[in-house]
């Protein structure tokens, strides 16, 4: 209840940079900046809190001192192999993959996992069309499972990638078919289900039709030909010049 409660205070309506909003401010204290390497920045992801549940006590990593898994369906890459794919430390992928392998045995999370996760941390809202769009994200390859391997690659971009990388996901995570594009019904879907998992419960009130204004504004923004759709070069460019949807870019940690 205590993960709502943060949640519900940081999401302030200015999600797709509505400049009716008051922006993020360094007085918030989540001015739009590469978090820095510690543990209470990586303890921040909700997906991050799951896998680290049934982590063992600190002072036991020399247990897993190998990424190794011997009775499961799926091995993950070594550990040397993922400190160079991502930007987490040693202890961090240790205790990472710790917690991953006693919440699923498998080596694998599937869909209704990620609906299970965002359940428990969400309960004043229906998560379940927003764990979706984010299992998508995730699976890369479509398969219907993510890897240790997956998460923790994702994980590692979106809490501690430069800002291109962030949008290159998030462009991802928009684009649902997956085409290349991002149209309205593609984005106005993501902005729904967001809301929905919140429970509308967000400060300022938001109205029913907030979702649709961002869209709309956000369209203005960056579908520069007007063509309908937003590609990844228009996407970019605009985020990047755009303050206020850079700032509203961070409140996407609060719902990862």
Partial sequence: MQRAKEVTKAA????????GRTPLSKKDGVK????????????RC???KWILSSTAPQGSDSSDSELELSTVRHQ???????????????KELQSLYRGFKNECPTGLVDEDTFKLIYSQFFPQGDATTYAHFLFNAFDTDGNGAIRFEDFVVGLSILLRGTVHEKLKWAFNLYDINKDGY???????????????????????????????EHVERFFQKMDRNQDGVVTIEEFLETCQKDENIMNSMQLFENVI
């Fill in 12 to 19: 302030d309506g200015s999600l797709l940079g509505d400049p």
């Fill in 32 to 43: 739009w900046q590469r978090p820095r390497f510690t543990r209470q920045a990586l303890m």
């Fill in 46 to 48: 909700c997906l991050v």
């Fill in 76 to 90: 993950p890459e070594g550990l040397d192999q993922l400190q160079t794919q991502t930007k987490f430390t040693k």
């Fill in 182 to 212: 991002i149209t309205k019904e593609e984005m106005l879907a993501i902005m729904k289900s967001i809301y929905d998992m919140m429970g509308h419960h967000t400060y300022p009130i938001l109205r029913e039709d907030a979702p649709l």
